[in-house]
């Protein structure tokens, strides 16, 4: 066996057929992030004629010294003992001989599967087995972290999409379809934008991802060459919005007004009527205030206004919310929850299996500052990915240590 470095198309041959797979282990991602200065290459095991395993290496250099990441690890069957054995020896010698210190991998090997309740409903048998294997060819694990402090979440969360629209959506929890339905009757419409409308991404996540405008931008031009990625956005259609508001107004100062005769008239149970009206009037008080604020919305943005947009790559029969962001402002619309609907339809329709959300924290910790986070994706009925986490395999000894005393490895393992 032997390590081969091998072409755009050889490489995207493999990763079409491989599973598991994952959308940063394809040219598409390695052009995107060649963008952002980092290095990179293909690289493939060889057992003659016959590829075996794979991955895309990214490579980068700070002080003169170069680290490597395999984003989601390399595909390989893990469980393939020797497989494992003879293409870590061989992509040890090979980074090694490059003057690269380390590689860090966070492999798509799964621990266990959690339902939306925190309840895990399947374990890797052969975990602790491949686990150990790893450590004992020289795999550091980096532990098991709880939030976000790996190179990719440790912990994802997906939506089985293999199910007729009715199901999908009574799986749904009843104050998110709450939420949607509300949202439709608000006003909110779901668009599918072009590399025109990435600004509206940009503005919504700026200051929470390290990413600027260009990086979603290359990502689109790449991945959309081979009409793999979309971009949605909401926007909450003003004038929709006010004529809502001004009917349900009408409506609630009809049954006050009714109520308010029934009174004079003296027809009824008076304390019955009174409760009532009690009801009816903080409604009518409800849609008098939002009556004034859609009018202002209406004259302030006549064109609507931008309330959430994901970027989504589609990959082999999965499909995975990339980069998504909402307008806080205009959260208690529900646009991003509509959102979601809108695209587990759509994607159920066409055909693919999965919808992933993106990453959570542990969903079994304890006073978890990322609670309404994990809550807002698992109502959508998600089940929980939890993978291994990161490792880390030394390929150039003398170089790592004198790398590791001299600036320390945190800042390159974070990038």
């Not at 001989?97 to 266990?112: G, L, Q």
């Not at 990625?229 to 006010?242: G, V």
């Amino acid at each position: 066996m032997h390590i081969k470095l091998l072409s755009n198309s050889e490489f995207l041959e493999f990763a079409k057929i491989f599973k598991p797979g994952s959308i940063y282990q394809t040219p598409y991602y390695a052009f995107t992030m060649n963008e952002e200065n980092y290095t990179t290459m293909f690289v493939g095991l060889m057992d003659g004629n016959v590829l075996k395993a794979a991955s895309l290496i990214l490579v980068y250099k700070i002080n003169g010294f170069k680290y490597a990441l395999a984003p989601r690890g390399f595909l390989i069957d893990y469980n393939d003992d020797d497989l494992v054995s003879n293409f870590t020896k061989l992509i040890k010698k090979f980074l090694g001989k490059k003057d690269i210190v380390a590689i860090k991998i966070n492999p798509m090997i799964v621990r266990k599967i959690y339902n939306s309740i925190g309840h895990a409903i399947t374990s890797n048998s052969m975990y602790d087995e491949t686990f150990n294997r790893l450590k004992k060819m020289g795999y550091f694990h980096l532990g098991y972290n709880n939030y976000f402090e790996a190179l990719k979440p440790r912990f994802e969360a997906y939506i089985n999409l293999d199910l007729d629209y009715v199901k999908l959506f009574g799986n749904i929890d009843r104050s998110c379809r709450n939420k949607i339905r509300k949202a439709v009757r608000d006003g909110i419409k779901v668009y599918h934008g072009n590399i025109e409308d990435l600004k509206y991404l940009y503005e919504q996540t700026k200051g929470k991802y390290p990413r600027g405008l260009q990086y979603y931008m290359d990502l689109y031009n790449f991945f959309g060459k081979d009409n793999l990625i979309d971009f949605y956005y909401s926007k909450l259609d003003t004038t929709d919005y006010l004529k809502y508001t001004q009917g349900k107004y009408n409506e609630y100062s009809k049954k006050s007004t009714e109520l308010s005769n029934k009174l004079i008239s003296q027809k009824g149970n008076a304390d019955k009527i009174i409760s009532e009206k009690l009801n009816i009037d903080k409604m009518v008080v409800k849609y008098r205030n939002q009556l004034a604020e859609a009018t202002e919305y209406l004259k302030n943005y006549p064109e609507g206004i931008i309330t959430s947009s994901a970027l989504v790559i589609k990959w082999q029969d999965e499909v995975y919310f990339a980069i998504d962001g909402y307008d806080e402002r205009y959260k208690r619309f529900g646009a991003k929850q509509l959102m979601i609907w809108k695209l587990m339809g759509r994607y159920a329709k066409l055909g693919y299996k999965k919808l992933h959300l993106g990453g959570v924290s542990n969903i079994n910790k304890p006073n978890n500052k990322y609670k309404g986070l994990n809550e807002f994706k698992l109502n959508f009925h998600a089940n929980v990915i939890e993978y291994a986490g990161d490792f880390e395999l030394i390929t150039n000894s003398p170089r790592y240590f004198l790398y590791k005393n001299s600036f320390g490895i945190t800042g390159i393992l974070k990038k």
